[in-house]
Nanobody, 127 residues
Framework: QVQLVESGGGLVQAGDSLRLSCAAS????????MGWFRQAPGKERELVAS????????YHADSVKGRFTISRDQAKDTVCLQMNSLNPEDTAVYYC????????????????????WGQGTQVTVSS
C-alpha cells in the first residue's frame, strides 16, 4: 500500500498561482501512476491531471490545460500540480491519487482506476 499526503492548498485571489504537492510513503513510488482530482461543493469529483509512473506521459483536463501542470520527482517520491491563473471556478478540494502500474507508460483518467487516495487539500480562489 501507499499513503498519500497533500499540501499546498490555501486561499488566493483570482489570477494567483499555487503549487500543490503530494508525498507518497513508499520508496517504490516510481511504479505508481498518479493523478490529481478535485471536487467542488455539490459537484462530482473530476480529474484535473494525471501522469504515468515513469513521468513520460501526462494528461490535463481541458478546463485546466495551459494553466496547470502536473509533474513528479521520483527522487523525492512526490507529485506536484502547478496551478497558474487561478479563477473562482477552480475552488475545490484537491485530491492526490495513485495506482500501481508496472508498465510505467500509461496515465489513467477514471476515478475508479485509482486505488489509493490522499485526504485532500482545500483550494479557494476569491474573485
Amino acid at each position: 500500500q501507499v499513503q498519500l499526503v497533500e499540501s499546498g492548498g490555501g486561499l488566493v485571489q483570482a489570477g494567483d498561482s499555487l503549487r500543490l504537492s503530494c508525498a507518497a510513503s513508499r520508496r517504490t513510488f516510481s511504479i505508481y501512476a498518479m493523478g490529481w482530482f478535485r471536487q467542488a461543493p455539490g459537484k462530482e469529483r473530476e480529474l484535473v491531471a494525471s501522469i504515468s509512473a515513469n513521468g513520460g506521459t501526462t494528461y490535463h483536463a481541458d478546463s485546466v490545460k495551459g494553466r496547470f501542470t502536473i509533474s513528479r520527482d521520483q527522487a523525492k517520491d512526490t507529485v506536484c500540480l502547478q496551478m497558474n491563473s487561478l479563477n473562482p471556478e477552480d475552488t475545490a478540494v484537491y485530491y492526490c491519487a495513485a495506482r500501481l502500474d508496472y508498465s510505467g507508460t500509461y496515465y489513467y483518467t477514471g476515478e475508479y482506476d485509482y486505488n489509493y487516495w490522499g485526504q485532500g487539500t482545500q483550494v479557494t480562489v476569491s474573485s
